[in-house]
């Protein structure tokens, strides 16, 4: 069984930065398509990273060009960096894997099988 536990709880100004951690345990995280979705009151939950078994990533629109998903594979850890925070940023954030399996790239609506508790992001104006 695959735990996912992140941590990172985060309050910000706009414009700063935050770092999430997903640490995973029960299978090695060299091996699994993982990522971040979030999920703000009211609104459906949503991608907003992945990163498949190459290391190869993905991001929403949304999170491009300010959102980094490294993954630490040595210590089974699943990062998300987030600058240039903005008050739409703010949601409940939750590191998701896949199930392990022979195929190198994330399903196309990112990993779904395991998930973390959430943690929560919130940025001021």
């Known amino acids: 069984q695959i735990q996912l536990v992140e941590s990172g709880v985060g309050s910000v100004q706009a414009g700063g930065s935050l770092r999430l951690s997903c640490a995973a345990s029960?299978?090695?995280?060299?091996?699994?398509?993982m990522g971040w979705f979030r999920q703000a009151p009211g609104k459906e939950r949503e991608a907003v990273a992945t990163?498949?078994?190459?290391?190869?990533?993905t991001y929403a629109d949304s999170a491009k060009g300010r959102f980094i998903i490294p993954k630490d594979n040595f210590k089974g850890t699943l990062h998300l960096t987030m600058n240039s925070l903005k008050p739409e940023d703010t949601a409940m954030y939750y590191c998701?894997?896949?199930?392990?399996?022979?195929?190198?790239?994330?399903?196309?609506?990112?990993?779904?099988?395991?998930w973390g508790q959430g943690t929560q992001v919130t940025v001021s104006s």
């Open positions: 029960g299978y090695t995280t060299t091996s699994l398509c």
């Open positions: 998701a894997a896949e199930h392990p399996s022979s195929r190198p790239t994330c399903p196309k609506d990112g990993p779904s099988n395991y």
């Open positions: 990163i498949d078994k190459t290391n190869k990533p």
